[in-house]
């Protein structure tokens, strides 16, 4: 069974860069896509993006200008960066292992649900 | 991008009720590419359903999902005391995955 654990600043100031990391024990980051998905606080859940240990990224157009995941396999991590932030990215953050479940060939990605998730940490953005 | 609509908003049951969730997507959703979760407060919610009607491992029988096109449900036979949560509905047939915004399932 794989387990994530997220883990990073949990208050992040308007305007600066949102760092978070996932460490995946149990399972490799080789050979899976891994996600970010966040909820603000009593709302429901966005997808934030994936990256596929190939390293293809596919993320939210709502978010894409302002978002980079990537792995590190030498750690078993993979990482969330999220820039210029303001109080709409106050969130607990969710990292996650997708599975592929269709391939949308309009957009030409696969598309994923989510088995693992990690326990999410909740990240302020706050001067 | 596929919205998602899910009802009730909450529903108040007892213990040894049938529970039926609706979600609908505002577009035909591919190969019943629908996804169910379960959340409980302060927990990351946990996959119950995939492909509209395969139950994730470990996922008790009493949880149930059916559906095509854009109508989706997912029904509890029979209430336990530890589902009373919120429920997501997931597409993932078109890219970016959306979530439908859940229906709480509160005790009576």
């Known amino acids: 069974q794989v387990q994530l654990q997220e883990s990073g600043p949990g208050l992040v100031k308007p305007s600066e860069t949102l760092s978070l990391s996932c460490t995946v024990s149990?399972?490799?980051?080789?050979?899976?896509?891994w996600s970010w998905i966040r909820q603000a606080p009593e709302k429901g859940l966005e997808w934030i993006g994936y990256?596929?240990?190939?390293?293809?990224?596919n993320y939210n157009p709502s978010l894409k200008s302002r978002v980079t995941i990537s792995l590190d396999t030498s750690k078993n991590q993979f990482s969330l960066k999220l820039k210029s932030v303001t109080a709409a990215d106050t969130a607990v953050y969710y990292c996650a292992r997708g599975f592929p479940g269709y391939y949308d060939s309009s957009a030409s990605f696969w598309v994923e649900y989510f088995q693992d998730w990690g326990q999410g940490t909740l990240v302020t953005v706050s001067s | 991008e596929t919205l998602l609509t899910q009802s009730p908003g909450t529903l108040s049951l007892s213990p040894g009720e049938r529970v039926t969730l609706s979600c609908r997507a505002s577009?035909?959703?591919?190969?019943?590419?629908l996804a169910w979760y379960q959340q409980k407060p302060g927990q990351a919610p946990r996959l119950l359903i995939y492909g509209a009607s395969s139950r994730a491992t470990g996922i008790p029988d009493r949880f149930s999902g059916s559906g095509s096109g854009t109508a989706f449900t997912l029904t509890i036979s029979r209430l336990e005391p530890e589902d009373f949560a919120v429920y997501f509905c997931q597409q993932y047939a078109t890219s970016p995955p959306t979530f439908g915004p859940g229906t709480k399932v509160d005790l009576k």
């Open positions: 990256r596929y240990y190939s390293g293809t990224t």
């Open positions: 577009q035909s959703v591919s190969s019943s590419s």
């Open positions: 149990g399972g490799s980051v080789s050979g899976h896509y």
